[in-house]
């Protein structure tokens, strides 16, 4: 591997992982596509022999072993490609479905509407609690209702 495909290669993968860090999902998935290529590229890369391709009838130079290149760099660099392919289109449809669900792409508001939904649930789903005014309620399970909801108690 030569010095510029190295530093294509760490450029690319550099690229992926400050992208990856950010807090919207639409550079997230483009981070995650960064790497994979730059993944791939450095496979290629690292096994890039220069030679016959590797196809019958081999030539002289190709019976020996000396002079054909290695098949098996590409058919790992394609595969690669072709599951970092499928990746990304999983990704984007998990994305546009956040997206329609919670009507933005910014991780910390999603955050923020996952955790008021969970409260809403869990505040909905207590079977011991109703809505009744304090003066109905008796004194424990008023208690019991402030403590837990962050109220001072009477």
């Given at each position: 591997?030569n010095?510029?495909?190295?530093?294509?290669?760490?450029?690319?993968?550099?690229?992926?992982?400050?992208?990856?860090?950010q807090r919207?999902?639409?550079?997230?998935?483009?981070?995650?596509?960064?790497?994979?290529?730059a993944?791939?590229?450095?496979?290629?890369?690292?096994g890039?022999?220069?030679?016959?391709?590797?196809?019958?009838p081999?030539?002289?130079?190709?019976?020996?072993?000396?002079?054909?290149?290695?098949?098996?760099?590409?058919?790992?660099?394609?595969?690669?490609?072709?599951?970092?392919?499928?990746?990304?289109?999983?990704?984007?449809?998990?994305?546009?479905?956040?997206?329609?669900?919670?009507?933005?792409?910014?991780?910390?508001?999603?955050?923020?509407?996952?955790?008021?939904?969970?409260?809403s649930?869990?505040?909905a789903?207590?079977?011991?609690?109703?809505?009744?005014?304090?003066?109905?309620?008796?004194?424990?399970?008023?208690?019991?209702?402030?403590?837990?909801?962050?109220?001072?108690?009477?």
């Amino acid at each position: 591997m030569n010095l510029l495909t190295a530093l294509v290669v760490a450029v690319i993968f550099a690229s992926g992982t400050f992208l990856l860090l950010q807090r919207d999902l639409t550079r997230v998935v483009v981070g995650i596509i960064l790497i994979s290529n730059a993944a791939a590229l450095f496979i290629v890369s690292s096994g890039l022999l220069r030679g016959e391709a590797a196809i019958y009838p081999l030539d002289e130079s190709g019976l020996t072993g000396q002079g054909i290149a290695d098949p098996l760099v590409q058919a790992m660099a394609l595969t690669a490609l072709v599951i970092g392919f499928a990746l990304a289109a999983l990704i984007l449809v998990f994305v546009y479905r956040l997206f329609a669900s919670q009507g933005t792409m910014d991780l910390e508001e999603v955050a923020e509407a996952e955790l008021r939904d969970a409260r809403s649930l869990d505040l909905a789903d207590d079977p011991e609690r109703e809505e009744l005014p304090s003066e109905e309620q008796d004194d424990e399970s008023y208690e019991a209702d402030a403590e837990r909801e962050g109220r001072t108690p009477r």
